[in-house]
C-alpha cells in the first residue's frame, strides 16, 4: 500500500453539536488537522468490514465539501462502538482514545502481541495508526531489598500528565525516576519484601504526532483549573515536536464546554462547534486540556 508523503491541508468547516457533542467536534477538529491521516483515510480502498475506517473516510470527504458539517450519520455510525453519544456531558480524551484504538485494531492491530520494541516496529510498517500516534514506554521498579528488577512495556496513544506550570514541565516529570517509600513502596515480585524501591520510566518507540493530556478531571467530582503554559515547541524522547492542536474546556466538570484550536496550512484557527474563526491563544491557562505535537 502507497501513502502520499505530502500532507493534506483540509478546509477549516464547523461541525454541528448534535446535542453535548462539543467534545467530539472539539477532538475531531484536531485529528482532521492531522495531514497524514486524511490523506492515508481519503485515499485507501477499506474491506466493507472495516465499518469505523470507512465511515471516517465518508465523513473527511463529507467535511471537506461542507461549509459547516452535521456529523450525525458519522456518529450513528461509531456511536455502536463507542457508547458516548448519549446526550450527557463526555471526556473528549476518552473519545479520542477509543476512536484511535477502533481504528488501530481494523489495521490488523493486536496489542496483546507487541512486547518489545522489535514487536512494535513491525507493526508500525504496516499500521498507520500505530506508526502516526502511539508511543512505547518501558517501566522498570528496581528492588532495595534483593535488587530484583521488574520489567513491563506500555503501549499508549497519549501521555498523562499533572498540570504543572508547563506541558513540557508535565512530560519531563513524568518521565523523572521515582524513589517509591512507605505505603507508596512496591512489593517486590521476587522476594515480597516491600521496601524503598526505585521506578523508571524511558521511551523505547516515540510517535509522529504526540498528544499529551493534561489530568483535569479527578474521580471525586472536581476539575483542576491550575493555570498551564502550553509550549510551542515540546522537546520528547530527544526530539522536537512542534504544536499544532489544543484541545479546550471550560467550566466546570458537570457544566463545561469543549472548543479546540488548530493549525492549518500554516493558519491557526478557534473552533467552536459550528463557528470557525481567526484565532491563536484565544484560552486562558486553566484551559488547555489536550495537546497535539507533531515531529519536527
Not at 515480585?189 to 499529551?212: M, N, Q, R, W, Y
Request: charged residues 25%; glycine residues 8%.
Amino acid at each position: 500500500m502507497v501513502v502520499q508523503k505530502k500532507k493534506d491541508n483540509l478546509p477549516s468547516n464547523g461541525l454541528k453539536n448534535k446535542g453535548n457533542t462539543c467534545f467530539f467536534n472539539a477532538a475531531m477538529q484536531c485529528i482532521l488537522s492531522i495531514g497524514e491521516l486524511n490523506i492515508f483515510y481519503k485515499n485507501t480502498s477499506f474491506p466493507k468490514e472495516k465499518e469505523v475506517s470507512n465511515a471516517f473516510q465518508q465523513f473527511i470527504r463529507e467535511y471537506e465539501a461542507s461549509g459547516c458539517y452535521d456529523p450525525k450519520s458519522f456518529i450513528d455510525r461509531i456511536g455502536r462502538k463507542i457508547k458516548l453519544f448519549n446526550g450527557s456531558q463526555q471526556d473528549s480524551h476518552e473519545f479520542l482514545i477509543q476512536f484511535f484504538d477502533l481504528l488501530y485494531n481494523e489495521l490488523d492491530g493486536s496489542k496483546d502481541k507487541i512486547n518489545t520494541k522489535e514487536d512494535f516496529d513491525g507493526v508500525r510498517r504496516a499500521n498507520m495508526i500505530a506508526r502516526t500516534i502511539f508511543s512505547m514506554d518501558e517501566q522498570s521498579l528496581s528492588c532495595g531489598a534483593c535488587d530484583y528488577v521488574s520489567v513491563t512495556t506500555a503501549f499508549k496513544s497519549t501521555i498523562l500528565v499533572e498540570p504543572y506550570q508547563t506541558v513540557q514541565m508535565g512530560v519531563d516529570h513524568y518521565y523523572e525516576d521515582v524513589q517509591l517509600e512507605g505505603m507508596g513502596a512496591w512489593k517486590c515480585d521476587k522476594c515480597g519484601a516491600k521496601k524503598h524501591s526505585k521506578k523508571c520510566t524511558d521511551v523505547l518507540a516515540h510517535p509522529e504526532v504526540l498528544i499529551v493530556h493534561i489530568s483535569r478531571f479527578h474521580p471525586q467530582g472536581w476539575k483542576n483549573n491550575a493555570s498551564v503554559e502550553v509550549d510551542d515547541v515540546l522537546r520528547f524522547s530527544g526530539r522536537r515536536y512542534n504544536l499544532f492542536g489544543v484541545v479546550c474546556h471550560s467550566g466546570s466538570l458537570n457544566g463545561g464546554h469543549y472548543f479546540a484550536e488548530a493549525k492549518r496550512a500554516g493558519t491557526w484557527n478557534l473552533y467552536n462547534d459550528d463557528r470557525v474563526s481567526n484565532g491563536f491563544r484565544t484560552y486562558d491557562g486553566s484551559n488547555p486540556y489536550m495537546l497535539f505535537y507533531t515531529l519536527s
